[in-house]
């Protein structure tokens, strides 16, 4: 087994066991791609079992702080089971389920996803991509599915120095699904559509969209940024009279389309638009147009911490813009699923545009991933999406 060793002093953060050792904490050692490597501090104490990867800033990714434990195929089936089952005991009203979130599960880099029978996969670190043989395997064994289809096409991969990797894993078949959730039927492409195929982080806050659709008694939305419609979908159960849609690829908006009718609603209340959010925001604005719902989940604008403050200047601008169409009275569904920008510094960007706007808004409630999207205590980087609801005051 090979050996990494820290400098003097780099080793707290493992102490308290946030799993990822950067590459300036190491004073020596090194190992093939994936390989498992022991962990040690600057005097030789035992401090993790992990993944090297050489490209990587990230240069280590914890699978475990035992010393006993040993990582193999059975150490990966015991993980997987446990993700599995907690998911089992949460009650999620949905056959769309995250049931590996990464390091928040023990399995750093690894993404699974189950639409019905099909499960998805994301291999995003090179400890998970060594693996990915016995990992599949277990998952099939565990959850007693027979089709696994491999996502591995998300951009951490190039910072782990792998390329991107699509395809049938396990079984094979089509890749359009129809999952179930908060009661609506709502279809997506496996192969096709964003992160490994849909949204799942942001269930419930669409449960919750048309829960407050209902009670404020909404007619007019705009969901910005639609994606495939899941928004849409709930304004609409909601009881909304009228639903604007905007989005910039015409195949998403034509997935939007498909499930307002999967779903039976009329295309008479919708209005689907590809366009650019910005551009069409100021429009409306020109025409004196407003809305007593407007839903801002835009696509992650910060990647990385470098793009921070350019990020901020985005989310100000369209919320700015957002709050200038918002009747007095009406609510805005705000969102960010950048991890770089926290929920203090979130909030601070909205309160700033609403300043600009000239628009008094109270937070009513806020919004997080999906209780299938867990948080390490010791990992707070995995609590990426954050969201405001807010009602202006009249």
């Known amino acids: 087994m090979k050996t990494i060793r820290l400098k003097a002093g780099k080793e707290r953060s493992l102490l308290r066991h946030h799993p ?6 190491i004073e020596r050692g090194q190992a093939e791609a994936g390989e498992t490597v022991r962990v040690e501090s600057a005097d030789g104490r035992f401090l993790a079992w992990g993944a090297y990867a050489p490209c990587s800033k990230i240069r280590v990714r914890v699978w475990s702080f035992d010393e006993a434990e040993r990582i193999d195929g059975a150490f990966f089936e015991r993980r997987l089971r446990a993700a599995v089952e907690l998911r089992s005991r949460l009650a999620i009203d949905s056959d769309g389920v995250r049931l590996v979130h990464g390091e928040s599960d023990g399995l750093p880099g690894l993404v699974v996803d189950r639409y019905g029978e099909t499960l998805v996969a994301q291999f995003g670190s090179s400890g998970a991509e060594r693996h990915k043989a016995a990992i599949a ?9 027979t089709r696994l289809y491999e996502r591995s096409d998300a951009s951490v991969r190039q910072r782990e120095g792998l390329p991107p990797v699509t395809g049938w894993l396990r079984g094979t078949g089509p890749t359009e699904c129809v999952i179930h959730e908060n009661g609506w039927r709502l279809s997506l492409d496996v192969a096709e ?12 806050s669409r449960r919750d969209c048309a829960h407050l659709t209902r009670r404020f008694g909404v007619a007019e939305v705009l969901n910005c940024y639609c994606y495939t419609g899941g928004f849409t979908v709930a304004a609409l159960a909601g009881g909304a009279r009228r639903v604007t849609s905007i989005d910039s690829s015409a195949p998403a908006l034509a997935r939007a389309q498909c499930n307002v009718a999967l779903n039976g609603f009329e295309a008479a209340r919708c209005t689907f638009l590809d366009a650019d959010v910005n551009a069409s925001l100021r429009a409306f ?15 992650k604008l910060a990647p990385s911490a470098t793009h921070l403050e350019r990020a901020a200047r985005a989310y100000k601008d369209v ?3 957002g709050f200038k169409l ?11 699923c950048s991890g770089a920008v926290g929920v203090e510094l979130f909030q601070k960007i909205i309160a700033s545009a609403a300043h600009e706007a000239g628009v008094d808004a109270t937070i009513v409630a806020r919004h997080g991933g999906a209780p299938d999207h867990p948080t390490g205590l010791a ?7 954050k969201g405001l609801v807010l009602w202006r005051r009249p």
């Open 20 to 25: 990822w050792v950067f590459d300036g904490a």
């Open 326 to 336: 918002l009747r007095p009275g009406g609510l805005l569904l705000t969102y960010s």
């Open 137 to 145: 395997d277990a998952l099939l064994r565990v959850t007693g599915l």
């Open 285 to 299: 604005a020109t025409e004196g147009r407003q809305f007593d719902l407007i839903v801002l989940d835009p696509p």
């Open 193 to 204: 559509g964003h992160k490994t195929g849909y949204y799942l982080d942001q269930r419930d």
């Open 379 to 385: 990992f707070p980087e995995g609590e990426y999406l």
């Open 319 to 321: 919320n700015r813009l």
